[in-house]
């Protein structure tokens, strides 16, 4: 069973609405966890980083949250824009090893 | 300048042949890692190397040997290729290992499709 799960798996949405993409672990001993955003064809690429002691992290539109606790995070992503389309991975860093989820794909439409 | 880099971007030969894909980070990181990306576009770590020091090796056929001349370079070869190795391969470098805040630099990605 994969250590980071996410849901869900895919969604659609109509630019300028919001959406929150879930993200559940199991990684333990916990470092950080790490939204990434992968354009199609591209590699990921860094959003946001949060460790244990942050509940929140902004990045402009892109915003984090982490519950050490339940071992949950979600990225809320605010008046979407058709360049939000791509794959939002969640990733949580034990030591030196990084744990992926298989990613929401988001399609914002005109 | 591009900070992971690998080539080729997009790689087609047949079965049975042996191929290399080529990585370099200039961003001074210790820790380079391979994953592979399947159809369903989950991202699964390969191998992980720290100053030229294998540190992980997840279950991977033999037939995937990475070598890193130096630390800023891990490149992977790939010998007997199979239909099933046809995939998206990511290169990435991050700083140290242990460290907090660490995080991952991808390359753009080697699509290799085996036919």
């Known amino acids: 069973k994969n250590q980071v799960e996410q849901s869900p798996q895919s969604l659609i949405i109509l630019e300028g609405k919001n959406c929150t993409l879930q993200?559940?672990?199991?990684?333990?001993?916990?470092?950080?966890l790490r939204w990434y955003k992968q354009d199609t064809g591209r590699g990921p690429v860094s959003l946001t980083i949060m460790t244990f002691s942050e509940n929140t992290k902004s990045n402009g539109r892109y915003t984090a949250t982490l519950d050490a606790d339940t071992k949950q995070s979600s990225l809320h992503i605010t008046a979407s824009q058709l360049s939000d389309s791509a794959s939002y991975i969640c990733v949580v860093s034990a030591s030196y090893k990084l744990s992926f989820g298989a990613g929401t794909t988001v399609t914002v439409r005109a | 300048d591009t900070a992971v880099s690998q080539t080729p971007k997009y790689l087609v030969t047949q079965m049975g042949n042996d191929k290399s894909i080529k990585c370099e980070q200039n961003?001074?990181?210790?820790?380079m890692y391979w994953y592979k990306q399947d159809s369903k576009k989950f991202l699964k770590i390969m191998f992980s190397y720290n100053n030229k020091e294998l540190i992980i090796n997840e279950t991977v056929p033999n037939r995937f040997s990475p070598k890193s001349p130096d630390k800023a370079h891990l490149n992977l070869h790939i010998n007997s290729l199979e239909l099933g190795d046809s995939a998206v391969y990511f290169c990435?470098?991050?700083?140290?290992?242990?460290?907090?805040?660490?995080?991952?630099?991808f390359g753009q990605g080697t699509r290799l499709t085996v036919v």
């Open positions: 961003l001074g990181h210790d820790t």
């Open positions: 993200c559940n672990y199991t990684v333990s001993p916990f470092s950080n």
């Open positions: 990435a470098s991050s700083l140290g290992r242990g460290q907090k805040n660490t995080e991952a630099f």
